[in-house]
């Protein structure tokens, strides 16, 4: 069973940076496409950001281009979302997912329907 667990969340004022981490355990992350994600209470799960298995292609939601990146570290089984110059618009629940695909485009990075493995999220909350 594959295990993801996010951590790194708190509160940050606005222009703050922030670097979530989501470990696996379990299974290798280095098979595995892995996206980001965030949600709001009464909205969909919104995708942010994800990046691919095999050649670190990576993706970002036009909202936070620019601001924040997606890395992973093979070795530590480890994937991380640095935030950068934060917005209260940026607040809400992020999670990690992981999933395998053929091919990872914009609309997987989009659509959380399309992954099947999930942390349990941590909140990042950006206030002044």
């Known amino acids: 069973q594959l295990h993801l667990v996010e951590s790194g969340g708190g509160l940050v004022q606005p222009g703050g940076s922030l670097r979530l981490s989501c470990a696996a355990s379990?299974?290798?992350?280095?098979?595995?496409?892995i996206g980001w994600f965030r949600q709001v209470p009464g909205k969909e799960r919104e995708g942010v950001s994800c990046?691919?298995?095999?050649?670190?292609?990576?993706y970002y939601t036009n909202s936070v281009k620019g601001r924040f990146t997606v890395s992973r570290d093979n070795a530590k089984n480890t994937v991380y979302l640095q935030m950068n110059s934060l917005k209260p618009e940026d607040t809400a629940v992020y999670y990690c997912a992981a999933e395998i695909f053929v091919r990872v485009s914009p609309l997987n990075c989009a659509l959380y329907t399309t992954w099947n493995s999930w942390g349990q999220g941590t909140q990042v909350t950006v206030s002044s």
């Open positions: 990046i691919s298995h095999s050649d670190g292609t990576t």
């Open positions: 379990g299974f290798t992350l280095d098979s595995y496409a």
